[in-house]
């Protein structure tokens, strides 16, 4: 697990960022109707991106240990504005499609076991996030 990501712009575009985390060095950038120019994913991409890599990873863990005959996981994920109690709030579709010879039971196992990846955990409790700012 990275322990830290360092963000920061590149200079290379309105709001292009550099992304590295660990060895990995990504791009971000906002999508050419929000004014960037969409050269990387932009940020609610990455957190869909990280949910659907824990969702499938956790899934093929889980039946890895169980032996289920699970062959691929694939996860597409999509992001919109909805309204709750007369406040806009931000929500996350998950469609989870498992192939390989499951039963009924299983398949909703499973279904279960996304729902505890440590990633949607995170995302739907209340996470503490402080910030700082350094000299």
Same mark, same amino acid.
């Given at each position: 697990m990275s322990s830290k990501v360092i963000v920061a712009e590149n200079g290379?575009?309105?709001?292009?960022?550099?992304?590295?985390?660990?060895?990995?060095?990504?791009?971000?950038?906002?999508?050419?109707?929000?004014?960037?120019?969409?050269?990387?994913?932009?940020?609610?991409?990455?957190?869909m991106s990280g949910l659907g890599a824990c969702t499938s990873m956790t899934l093929r863990m889980y039946a890895e240990r169980k032996e289920l005959?699970?062959?691929?996981?694939?996860?597409?994920? &999509?992001h919109d504005k909805v309204e709750i109690d007369g406040a806009q709030r931000d929500r996350i579709t998950r469609h989870?499609?498992?192939e390989g010879d499951l039963s009924?039971?299983?398949?909703?196992?499973?279904?279960?076991?996304?729902?505890?990846?440590?990633?949607?955990r995170a995302l739907?409790? &209340?996470?503490?996030?402080?910030?700082?700012?350094?000299?």
């Open positions: 290379q575009g309105r709001y292009q960022q550099q992304v590295i985390a660990g060895q990995h060095h990504l791009i971000a950038d906002e999508p050419a109707s929000m004014g960037g120019a969409d050269a990387g994913p932009a940020p609610f991409d990455f957190i005959p699970l062959t691929r996981v694939s996860v597409e994920l &999509s989870i499609t498992l009924a039971e299983q398949r909703q196992r499973l279904l279960e076991i996304a729902n505890k990846c440590p990633v949607h739907s409790q &209340s996470i503490q996030l402080e910030c700082n700012l350094l000299d």
